[in-house]
């Protein structure tokens, strides 16, 4: 007689759910109680990426579950395993150490609060090899009646139910990596804050041992300032993966809405005082095009990034800086270019060509640089590194807040030194820097705008690790 495949295919799972089976009751045998976690969906193949991907963020979220119950309910040995019935996770537990009841309780209460509980299997198995059931009937995925009932009676096909379920674990799946972008990202912003005001000493910078040309603000006032605006960055973050206008510029005002926000937050963190106005700014705008670009591709790539903010900042000198009313009512922003043009256009000027300096000097700079992960630098390595990265911004950048509190002349030759400084470092003189960093708090020179692009350089550096292009 021929044998068909879907017969073929269901002699397959009989015989590897009876080996399961079997290798579970010799586990038990020592005096383990079991937990076997499998996924609920009928037909075949009953694996896939999604499936093994769903799974395997549901071990996490149990294995939590389960800890936040008791400590103590941990479990002596954990094993994954993968044959023609599926993926299934094995946990086995003393049972001298927690009652078989108590752990069915605890699957029951799983199942029950976890968004696509219905699609989870937790059975238990107690060290006498017997299964110990709650004796709750589980609900139709669909129709939320009994589905012991809608299958007896075949209210729903198992190719329905089973792309019902498939498609609501990829709906699943993808919120879970839309939320991991948010976060990570707003934890890369944060961290690209705190290692920029962390590097000490800096030239007229506020670092962790000096206040450097500043009398209004130190090491801590920076920290209060990050703290504050730590929560907005998830808040647009989730604005970008939202917004599905196809003119990116018309996401400008509410990226500004959310900026806007944040100024008020870090003002009253700091008492009135403005450690991250430019910074937030950028931030923000990087921040939006760090998702954009990986929510159209699925990657970061820096072209399309820098796209985006010159997308989003389109005739933003002109609009903001060229046409204003009243010269007694001017921003020092305007007032900066209004007397240098271009090279006083700031971060706006910076955004609008798609933060050159930033792409094409600092991030190629510091990849020269690394020699391991980023993030596995130690905090006397991270000096080293990242000083003459805030070197090479200092010497190409046109920094507004040089230009508006002191002149051109001043600026250029904050550049100069910088170079100098850079050159000195780089063959083993630390002394150039040293009075770099003097000369710039005895004049009161603060290279700001720097910072914020080394700021907004660490962000990247880490987004372009995390969000990479993965391979096939």
């Known amino acids: 007689m021929e044998v068909t495949k879907e017969t073929e295919g269901l002699m397959r799972l009989l015989e590897a759910r009876e080996k399961r089976q079997n290798d579970k009751l010799k586990m038990v045998s020592n005096g383990y109680h079991l937990v076997s976690l499998q996924l609920n969906i009928p ?15 549901v071990e996490r979220e149990f294995s939590c579950f389960l800890l936040s119950q008791n400590p103590n309910f941990k479990w002596q040995k954990k094993e994954r395993w993968h044959d023609f019935s599926g993926d299934s996770i094995i946990f086995l537990f003393k049972a001298s150490q927690i009652n078989v009841d108590k752990l069915k309780d605890i699957t029951e209460r799983f199942e029950e609060s976890f968004e696509l509980g219905r699609i ?19 609900a139709c995925f669909i129709c939320e009646s009994v589905a012991e009932n809608c299958r007896k009676v075949k209210r729903h ?61 130190d090491f801590i006032t920076f920290i209060n300032s990050v703290s504050a605006l730590s929560p907005y ?19 400008l005002p509410y990226i500004r809405t959310i900026g806007l926000k944040m100024e008020e937050a870090m003002f009253k963190a700091t008492g009135g005082v403005n450690t ?38 389109r005739g933003m000198v002109q609009k903001e800086l060229c046409l204003v009313g009243d010269e007694t009512d001017l921003t020092h922003g305007q007032q900066c270019f209004k007397k ?32 391991k992960s980023y993030s596995s630098y130690t905090n006397l390595e991270l000096n080293e590194l990242l000083i003459p990265v805030l070197l090479k911004v200092i010497s190409v950048n046109n920094d507004t807040n040089i230009l508006y509190r002191h002149d051109k002349t001043i600026l250029e030759t904050v550049k100069r030194k910088a170079y100098e400084a850079l050159q000195g470092w780089d063959n083993g ?14 004049k009161r020179i ?9 700021a907004i350089t660490i962000t990247l550096q880490h987004c372009k690790t995390e969000f990479a292009k993965k391979e096939a």
Not at 233 to 250: Q, T
């Open 276 to 313: 991250h106005k430019g910074a937030v700014f950028l931030m923000a705008l990087s921040c939006f095009a760090v998702v954009r670009v990986i929510k159209k591709t699925g990657y970061l790539r820096l072209n399309a990034f820098s796209s985006v903010i010159q997308q989003l900042t």
């Open 120 to 138: 989870v299997d937790l059975d238990v198995l107690s060290s006498y090899g017997v299964p110990v059931s709650s004796g709750k009937a589980k």
């Open 43 to 57: 037909g075949l193949p009953k694996s896939n990426c999604n499936l093994l991907s769903f799974i395997r963020l």
């Open 157 to 217: 096909s198992i190719e329905e139910v089973r792309l019902t379920m498939l498609e609501a674990i990829a709906s699943f799946l993808q919120k879970q990596k839309n939320n991991e972008l948010v976060n990570k990202l707003a934890s890369f912003a944060i961290k690209g804050l705190l290692h920029e005001v962390s590097l000490t000493p800096k030239p007229g910078l506020v670092c962790r041992n000096s206040n450097g040309s500043h009398t209004d603000m």
């Open 233 to 251: 960055f998830v808040e647009i973050n989730k604005f970008a993966l939202s917004f599905e206008g196809a003119d990116v510029g018309e996401a």
């Open 446 to 454: 603060s290279p700001g705008g720097s910072a914020d692009l080394l």
């Open 340 to 371: 240098y043009g271009l090279q006083g256009a700031g971060a706006r000027g910076e955004a609008e060509q798609g933060l050159p300096t930033v792409l094409h000097h600092a991030m190629p700079f510091l990849m020269e640089r690394l020699n």
């Open 429 to 442: 003189d630390r002394l150039l820097y040293d009075q770099f960093v003097a000369w710039c708090n005895d």
